[in-house]
């Protein structure tokens, strides 16, 4: 079955340090990717967004995050974090095929905390 | 720049209670999508419409009916509220009808059924 990982419930950076939370994905081909942030008392909203060509993609907020077929992974990065990057972040997939272009599958989000 | 608003923002209703949650969009959006999101469950899809008078099941159908009132407006109703069904709801809407292009949520709506 096709399912998204974030192997990190929970992660605390101090500001100013680089971050990278993990994402994996089960499917047997290559999908689109996405990374959403969600503030508290929030909606989600999108970071970015892989389909194909160039693996590493730049998104909102100063946030990177590179696709690796081989790991089938798609970590999200920042060099600095912000006291304000402080919120929950989510990796979602959409298996590209005919017929089942409607369900975004879910990671359970990692959440961020910042020390000052 | 309003992009989805979600009617109301906070709710409390008693069990079997009935109410409908609002949601509209002012994007020209063709789909739009009613999720829930519990602790430990992440975001799980009620239901969705890929487009003006279509409408399907998602995940968590049950209990929950929806109305694609227009190309704007998706509404959530909840005939015979549960306890099982507190929890935060979003709405969401993209440009087309897959997935690829992204979503753009509302900020929710809290629930919670005593």
């Known amino acids: 079955a096709q399912s998204v990982t974030q192997p990190d419930i929970h992660i605390t950076v101090s500001e100013g340090a680089s971050l990278e939370l993990r994402c994996n994905y089960s499917?047997?081909?290559?999908?689109?990717l996405f990374w959403y942030v969600q503030s508290p008392g929030q909606g989600l909203q999108l970071l970015l967004k892989y389909f194909s060509g160039d693996t590493l993609v730049q998104g909102i907020k100063g946030f990177e995050a590179e696709f690796k077929r081989s790991q089938s992974s798609f970590n999200l990065r920042k060099p600095s974090v912000h006291w304000s990057d402080a919120a929950e972040y989510f990796c979602?997939?959409?298996?590209?095929?005919?017929?089942?272009?409607?369900?975004?599958?879910w990671g359970l989000g990692t959440s961020l905390a910042v020390n000052p | 720049n309003a992009g989805v608003t979600q009617t109301p923002k906070f709710q409390v209703l008693k069990t079997g209670q009935s109410m409908t949650l609002q949601c509209a969009q002012d994007m020209n959006h063709n789909s739009m999508y009613w999720y829930r999101q519990d602790p430990g469950m992440g975001l799980r899809l009620i239901y969705y419409s890929a487009s003006e008078g279509t409408t399907d099941k998602g995940e968590v159908p049950n209990g929950y009916n929806v109305s694609r009132l227009n190309k704007r407006e998706f509404s959530l109703r909840l005939e015979s509220a549960a306890p099982s069904q507190t929890s935060v709801y979003f709405c969401a809407s993209s440009e087309g009808r897959g997935q690829i292009y992204g979503y753009t949520f509302g900020s929710g709506t809290r629930l919670t059924v005593v």
């Open positions: 979602a997939v959409a298996p590209f095929h005919a017929g089942n272009n409607r369900k975004l599958i």
């Open positions: 499917y047997g081909a290559t999908p689109y």
